[in-house]
Each structure stands twice: as structure tokens, then as C-alpha cells.
């Protein structure tokens, strides 16, 4: 018996039978096959917690064992915070005591990890609290990952639907961080990819229900404009969800079809003399068709895209940027070259509005 286990069985850790040990270790960190006689199992954890299999408890101490008996961390009981919070984690998962979860309510960061990280949700309380303190700055893979995905992949349900919307209840922007984070750093989520796309499709289903409304412009819906952007972004998103029929996610299904329309039609865009008058010029893109969104300074260098339209904005790609333009822009320059170009400004087309409702 070790120093922790001793430690553990003192404050009231009750042991399992082999069975029942490995059933938590599956349910809660999605380990299914190893051998009872193994050492040490890790998972993945930003602190680099592992689990003794031998002696049944997640060692939660970021130091060594000898440093902890060296300079008596033990013995100062439950005073201590990694001490707490190691009988706590055990306590909790292995033994679903209740008493443990009042002193470690209000814990921001135990509460964290085990819920988000652990996968706990078996008591309401935790549940809640997890869900009202979330780490909303946190845009960590490693966080997110567990925020959207449970360990265990084999669960019938392996995406956190509940937390998720959750999360789009409380802070929409953080939920479209979410979104975005997953499609620009797709290869260093750790999932495979099937699980990936799944909850990206179920993530623009909840987005674009949230602000859905019959007879709209999609552009009326900023959740198309995310969908949008990602599609742009990563062709192959779309592509795939086409594939596997939009996972039976109606309002996904529509606003892709639509998108895929849009795209397919031939745009009247610019004349070549209006593109080169916007050439080397700084402009502003933003994210979305409003002031208050992020916006970022480029030069106009290779020839400017126009992806799509809304009321008073292009949807433009420039040098491999996607983002919105204000129109005024376009109109300042149409307006520049009329001056240099009198002769031509009789003949310059004047793109029409195409028609962008969803039936």
C-alpha cells in the first residue's frame, strides 16, 4: 500500500471490486481495454493527472511522490489544497459521495475538472455550477475539445449536446468561438474526424435555429454568416455534411442548399478597370456585416473576390482573407475611376440583387 492510498482509505475512500473500477474508468475517461495489472494509465488532461490502476485512485498531485513525503504534504490533511482536492476527486468519481461535493462546490477550478474534464455529470449541483462558471476566455484545443466531446467515444451520445447548449444559451459568442476554433484548427483536435464533423454539424444547427425565422434573408441570419465563413474557410466541411445528408439537421440541410446555389450562379462582379482601381489600397474587413464586429487592415494586392452580397456590404476574399467590405468602399472607387474614365462610365454594369431568401 502506498503513502496516497493509506492516505485516501484514511478519509473515508472506499475501494471497488475490479469490475465496478474499470466500468468508472470507461464511463469517465473513455479507457476501455487495459489490464488490471498495468501500472499507470494517463489521459488527457492539461496537468497531466494519471490513474493508479493497482491501487484504484487518480493521482491528482503535480509533484512527485517523494517531494510530497519529503516535505510532509500529507500530513497536513485536508488543510491543504492539493490535499482536498485529491480525496475529493477520488471520493467523488469512485464513490459518488455527496459529502464531497459540498466541500468542493465552490471550487472554480475542481468543479472544472470534474465535469469538464472528467466527464462527472451525475450530480445536478456540480452540473450547474460548472455551467455557470465556465472558462469563456479559455480557447485552449485542449479545453475546448473536452467541452464539446465526452472521453468515452463508445457513449450512444458522444458529444456534450447538454453543456453545449448550455453554452449557447448563456454566451453566444463564446459558442460561436467555439465553432471557429474547431473549423481554423481542425488537425490539432485530437478527435477523430468523424466525431469532429458531427458536432460542428450539430454546433450550426443550434446557431442557425437560434436566430431562424420563416421567410428571412439568410443573410438576415448571423448564424449563416458563421456557416458561411467555414465554408469558405474549408470546402470540405460542406462537402462531407452533403455526403452524410446534413445528419438529418433540417435548417442545416436548407441554409447549405441555399448556400450552394448562391454559390453555383454567375455573379456578375466588377469590371476589370473597377478591381484594379482597388488594387494596393488599404481596406477593412470585418467579420461580419456590422462596426461592432472584429475587423482587420489589408492591402488589396491580388484581385479582390466577391463571394456574396447583403444590404450595404460585399462578402469579398482578398489576398486569401475572407471578410465583408463596406460598399461604400466599392462606390468610392467606382466613383474615382468615373472621374479618370469618363469615357467608360456609361458602360459599366451595374450588378443586380440576387435573390437570397430561403424557401
Not at 452524410?244 to 478597370?273: G, R
Request: charged residues 30%; glycine residues 2%.
Amino acid at each position: 500500500m502506498s503513502a496516497l492510498q493509506e492516505f485516501l482509505l484514511k478519509n473515508g475512500y472506499k475501494l471497488l471490486n475490479e469490475n465496478d473500477f474499470q466500468s468508472k474508468i470507461k464511463e469517465y475517461f473513455g479507457i476501455s481495454e487495459f489490464s488490471i495489472d498495468e501500472d499507470v494509465l494517463f489521459f488527457n488532461h492539461p496537468k497531466g493527472y494519471d490513474i493508479d490502476v493497482k491501487e484504484q485512485f487518480i493521482n491528482t498531485y503535480e509533484v512527485e511522490l517523494y517531494f510530497i513525503q519529503e516535505n510532509k504534504i500529507l500530513e497536513k490533511s485536508i488543510k491543504n489544497e492539493d490535499n482536498n482536492r485529491f480525496i475529493c476527486y477520488n471520493k467523488i468519481v469512485f464513490n459518488d459521495d455527496n459529502t464531497s461535493i459540498t466541500q468542493i462546490l465552490h471550487d472554480k477550478k475542481a468543479v472544472e475538472d470534474l465535469v469538464i474534464y472528467f466527464d462527472y455529470e451525475r450530480n445536478s449541483m456540480l452540473l450547474n455550477f460548472a455551467l455557470n462558471n465556465l472558462d469563456v476566455n479559455n480557447e485552449e484545443i485542449i479545453y475546448l475539445e473536452h467541452l464539446i466531446f465526452y472521453n468515452n467515444k463508445l457513449k450512444e451520445e458522444p458529444i456534450k449536446k447538454g453543456i453545449l447548449l448550455k453554452v449557447i444559451e448563456k454566451n453566444e459568442d463564446f459558442f460561436i468561438n467555439i465553432i471557429q476554433n474547431l473549423v481554423n484548427f481542425w488537425e490539432k483536435f485530437s478527435i477523430q474526424d468523424f466525431y469532429k464533423y458531427k458536432a460542428l454539424a450539430f454546433l450550426f444547427e443550434e446557431l442557425l435555429k437560434k436566430h431562424h425565422k420563416e421567410e428571412q434573408s439568410i443573410m438576415d441570419n448571423s448564424g449563416y454568416i458563421i456557416l458561411n465563413n467555414s465554408y469558405v474557410k474549408k470546402k470540405i466541411i460542406l462537402d462531407h455534411f452533403d455526403k452524410q445528408n446534413y445528419y438529418e439537421y433540417k435548417l442545416l440541410k436548407k441554409y447549405s442548399e441555399t448556400y450552394t446555389l448562391l454559390v453555383d450562379e454567375e455573379y456578375e462582379t466588377l469590371s476589370d478597370n473597377r478591381k484594379d482601381s482597388l488594387k494596393s489600397t488599404s481596406l477593412f474587413l470585418y467579420d461580419r456585416p456590422d462596426f461592432s464586429s472584429f475587423s482587420r487592415k489589408t492591402q488589396a494586392k491580388d484581385e479582390i473576390e466577391y463571394l456574396n452580397k447583403t444590404s450595404g456590404w460585399d462578402y469579398v476574399k482578398v489576398n486569401g482573407t475572407v471578410g465583408y467590405l463596406l460598399e461604400e468602399t466599392r462606390q468610392k472607387a467606382k466613383k474615382e475611376e468615373k472621374e479618370k474614365n469618363s469615357f467608360l462610365a456609361d458602360d459599366l454594369p451595374i450588378p443586380k440583387k440576387k435573390k437570397d431568401f430561403l424557401g
